[in-house]
């Protein structure tokens, strides 16, 4: 089936600084979506993304099909933003399930 | 608000019990899902269901049983054939699996004592 692979796993911010995070996937995708798991165990669904660009506030994600990745930006991060970021695809042929990457934790220090 | 709906929160089980987990949506989506999220760990898939009265078994289906009768309400049994339950899990839905999104609830996180 299709992997997922996240990085970093583990990221350490101090607020307002800036970053990327990353999603590869081994194959074509019909699906890619954002996740923030909050520290309460709440998945926050923050982007549907299977390609092009889009942003929401301070956060950003793009996802480039053909190259099978996506990235998504965090600006000026606040310690509200601390939790684990997941990607999780839908594969092309028939596939009906999604599948999860192990995430990013991220930690954003006042 | 429309939104899913899980209960309890937290639920201990003592060993050799079955457990039914509770996940009702309001969303009026065709698909529902159940995921088991282990410490540290990505999001696995129990079962899955895309139409009421049918379920398909997802990676990790051993040890649980589902039921879909109605369309809002997608309950999953941990069954004592389940070795290691403890677990934090997750219901979704969504309106199709392809074109749409998927929304999550809150969890309910199990614990065998």
């Known amino acids: 089936g299709i992997q997922v692979e996240q990085s970093p796993p583990d990221l350490i911010l101090q607020e307002g600084a800036n970053s990327t995070l990353r999603c590869n996937f081994s194959?074509?995708?019909?699906?890619l979506q954002w996740f923030h798991q909050n520290p309460w165990g709440q998945l926050i669904n923050l982007f549907y993304?299977?390609?092009g660009t889009k942003q929401n506030g301070r956060l950003s994600a793009t996802t480039v099909a053909t190259e099978r990745y996506s990235l998504l930006y965090i600006s000026s991060s606040q310690t509200t933003d601390s939790g684990v970021y997941f990607c999780?695809?839908?594969?092309?042929?028939?596939?009906?399930?999604?599948?999860f990457g192990k995430g990013t934790k991220l930690t954003v220090n006042p | 608000d429309g939104g899913i709906t899980q209960s309890p929160k937290y639920l201990f089980r003592k060993e050799g019990q079955n457990v039914t987990l509770s996940c009702e949506q309001n969303l009026n989506h065709d698909a529902m899902y159940w995921y088991r999220q282990d410490p540290g760990q990505g999001l696995r898939l129990i079962y899955y269901s895309q139409i009421v009265n049918d379920f398909q078994k997802g990676d990790i289906a051993e040890g649980y049983s589902v039921s879909r009768e109605k369309k809002e309400s997608f309950p999953l049994t941990v069954t004592s054939a389940q070795k290691n339950p403890t677990a934090f899990y997750l219901c979704?839905?969504?309106?199709?699996?392809?074109?749409?999104?998927?929304?999550f609830g809150s969890g309910t996180r199990l614990t065998v004592v």
């Open positions: 993304i299977p390609s």
């Open positions: 999780a695809v839908l594969g092309q042929g028939g596939s009906e399930k999604l599948v």
């Open positions: 979704a839905s969504s309106a199709q699996t392809v074109l749409y999104g998927y929304t």
């Open positions: 194959d074509s995708v019909n699906n």
